[in-house]
């Protein structure tokens, strides 16, 4: 499935039109296309600043947040490349500290798209390139790049000496791609998903990690080991642990007392420290305990467990909170529950892309919910409401045109929950932030 995207701008809608007209040429893995693309284009992958390269199952992007708020507020100037987009297309590409202009993003989509036009590269390539192009092009002091998919075959796995690696939590997701069939690859489904995402290590660069059940972590060992990049384990190199309102940190150089996360959910303190240890384990940029506290409160993620502000939306619910949050697979929807069961009861609304399975993200959801509203996702193969409904997985199960649909039903069950989870998919998400008027920027 294509990762659409839409712009006002008509020179950038001519050349998202271009990217949506692209396919991953079935059967093709590895990086020789990538490659290609980027040699044409100068190796501009090879001229960026410090890169702080993050991958993961769940947490990438709010670790990449954490990475970004916290240079930031040491007074450095940032680039950072995060997926998946959720309104506007530029949100995937962040140029010292601003998103990227329109008219600068039409003319770079279109040198690469001309430059790789006989290569046939996906929509990600193509965006990867661009990304580069620009983070090389504009100076600045250090750039956090996001992993798309995987690690292994992900088109930003092309930097030689990064600046230091880090892996999140770890999760089974994706698993047409990532647990395809292949020769000389772990068995184990955690360990051959430790295997893609491990495979951004680097000779020399620390891979900082968090730790995981057994065949994982060995996995993740064995790679760091083969390739000569010194693992930062946590629980072995690091330490990390919410008490009270603080989050204690200690490694080999010392403790460290910092602020909790203003990022809701326990799960944030977790993606908090993975960015603090990859911080103090590289030292192509210096960052102090008081930058890191600062960034620590400042850092901001959207859709993440994140309650929406006055708006269209809001306004259809009056005196009740809505939080949105893009979990779409187990282990996201098990953290999503543990951040909300104060609030329970509650009432959902929930879409779902097509290619996952209802019963990882409304599993753990069900204790919580006391009515659920379901609704399509536009633009995308997701699961049919009467699908949802006809699972069995939640008693009170209603249908809704869209989110305006659902929000209205709810505030017409007047003794119903006065907190609204939405959730289910990032696209959702992006939709709700639209409609809400709440356009990450």
Known sequence: MKDFAISENPAVQAQLDRLGALNLPQGRFGLETIQAMLARLGDPQHHLPPVFHVAGTNGKGSTCAFLRAMMEAQGLTVHAATKPHLVRYNERIRVAGGLIQDDWLAALLKEVLDAADDLEPSFFEVTAAATFLA???????????????????????????????????????????????????????????????????????????????????????????????????????????????????????????????????????????????????????????EAMASGIRAARWPARLQRLSPGPLTMLVPGREIWLDGAHNANAATALAAALADKAPLALIFALMANRRLEDVLGPLVSLISEAHIVPIPGHDHHDPREVTASGLIRDCQEAADVPSALRQIAANTDGPRTVLIAGSLYLAGEVLRLNEEVPD
């Open 135 to 289: 983070f090389a092009r504009v100076p600045a002091d250090a750039c956090v790049i996001e992993v798309g998919l995987g690690g292994r075959l992900d088109a930003t796995n092309v930097f030689t000496t990064p600046a230091v690696c880090g892996i999140t939590a770890l999760g089974i997701d994706h698993e047409s791609f990532l647990l395809r069939p292949e020769a000389g690859t772990p068995g184990e489904p955690l360990a051959r998903i430790a295997f893609e995402k491990a495979s951004i290590a680097r000779p020399g660069t620390p891979l900082v990690t968090q730790n995981y059940p057994t065949q994982a972590g060995a996995e993740v060992a064995r790679i760091a080991e083969a390739v000569g990049a010194p693992h930062m384990l946590r629980g072995r190199d690091w330490w990390a642990k919410a008490v009270g309102n603080d989050l204690i940190y200690r490694d080999r150089m010392g403790d460290l007392t910092l602020p909790l996360p203003a990022l809701a959910g326990a799960h944030q303190t977790d993606n908090a420290a993975l960015a603090v240890a990859m911080l103090r384990h590289q030292s192509a940029v210096p960052v102090t305990p």
